[in-house]
């Protein structure tokens, strides 16, 4: 049974040989001669005000975990769909519960003001 596996195997080492080997000639083979023009922030030819490593906004994480949150819970809405006939009236049941958790879950993120901006 194992012995299926073995192309497969021979297939990784290669790549990550061949990934090792391109990435290693680069580093020897590229050119470094850092400047303090090259290690400034490229902003589109604008001279930067700031600098480039500011503290974000609390905010912002919270608006991307948020994201995350309702992501991935979005991916449980693919099985429900593919097993939808077979699961009949109690997958239906079920996942309007799980909807409506998720639509009270929004309800109180935006009425806290979690998606402000200001």
Do not use: C, H
């Not at 922030?41 to 608006?63: D, H």
């Not at 009270?104 to 003001?113: E, K, T």
Request: glycine share 6%.
């Amino acid at each position: 049974m194992l012995e299926s596996y073995v192309p497969l195997l021979i297939y990784v080492l290669i790549v990550l040989g061949l990934v090792g080997t391109v990435a290693s000639l680069s580093f020897v083979l590229g050119p470094s001669k850092p400047t303090k023009k090259k290690l400034a922030p490229y902003e589109s030819g604008i001279i930067p005000e700031t600098p480039a490593m500011r503290r974000l906004s609390v905010r912002f994480y919270l608006t991307a975990m948020l994201f995350i949150i309702f992501d991935v819970e979005a991916v449980f809405f693919y099985p429900w769909a593919v097993l939808m006939r077979q699961l009949k009236w109690f997958g239906l049941i079920e996942m309007f519960v799980f909807m409506g958790v998720l639509l009270v879950a929004l309800a109180y993120i935006w009425r806290n003001g979690g998606f402000d901006w200001d």
